[in-house]
């Protein structure tokens, strides 16, 4: 089954600066990699997906790639700012008929 | 649209006893995914459903875990004969799976204790 795995577990960034999430998946036929942000004590939120048909995503401050050959993935933030805080988990997913399997998250922290 | 409800949000229980722990998917969503969160960890798989069907449940234990997503009414996620080891946070989640669209939206969890 899938497999995908999530590094770094913990990133501390200054505020204003970029971070990088990076995750490798297993299953070739995966084809949708969604991105959640978890804050303390609440749910999962969907906050940026990409599909294997294309190669990069943007949504403002927040950009995702997808390099299929190599099976990775990466979330980038720019311009950091302290409510960026929180865990970040990416996923794999074959689509319309499997499960979502979820990296192991990264607790990230905007330092001011 | 309310989003994907759950409840209890909390839920604390003896050792041995049983814990239901219950999902409303968003409406028009067909899918429900569980999973369970320990402290400080990551969000592992437990079971897929459809109505009526049980999709995977490759994540879930074999004994005193089963779950149900009937044709009307919420999924039920049971746990019977519960343990210390089963306290975490149960969430659900649920998915359109159209063709084109198999975005997951999460509810708030349930928080099991068990004492």
């Known amino acids: 089954g899938e497999n995908v795995e999530q590094h770094p577990s913990t990133l501390s960034v200054q505020e204003g600066d970029s971070a990088v999430i990076k995750c490798t998946y297993s299953?070739?036929?995966?084809?949708?990699f969604p991105w959640y942000k978890q804050e303390l004590g609440k749910r999962p939120q969907l906050i940026i997906d990409?599909?294997?048909?294309?190669g990069e995503k943007k949504d403002q401050r927040i950009a995702v790639t997808l390099n299929k050959t190599a099976k990775h993935f990466s979330l980038h933030i720019t311009e950091t700012q302290p409510e960026d805080s929180a865990v970040y988990f990416c996923a794999a997913s074959t689509g319309r008929d499997d499960k979502i399997i979820f990296g192991k998250g990264t607790r990230l922290h905007i330092l001011p | 649209n309310a989003g994907v409800m759950q409840n209890p949000r909390h839920l604390v229980r003896r050792r041995g006893q049983e814990a239901r722990l219950r999902c409303s998917p968003m409406k028009g969503h067909s899918h429900v995914y569980w999973y369970r969160q320990l402290p400080e960890e990551g969000l592992k798989f437990m079971v897929y459903?459809?109505?009526?069907?049980?999709?995977?449940e490759s994540g879930m234990p074999k004994e005193r875990f089963s779950a149900e997503f009937p044709k009307e009414g919420p999924s039920i996620l049971r746990i019977q004969q519960v343990v210390r080891g089963d306290s975490a946070a149960y969430f659900c989640a649920s998915s359109p799976k159209l063709p084109g669209n198999t975005e997951a939206f999460f509810g708030q969890g349930t928080r099991l204790t068990v004492v």
């Open positions: 299953d070739s036929a995966s084809n949708y």
């Open positions: 990409i599909r294997s048909n294309v």
């Open positions: 459903l459809q109505k009526e069907n049980i999709i995977d």
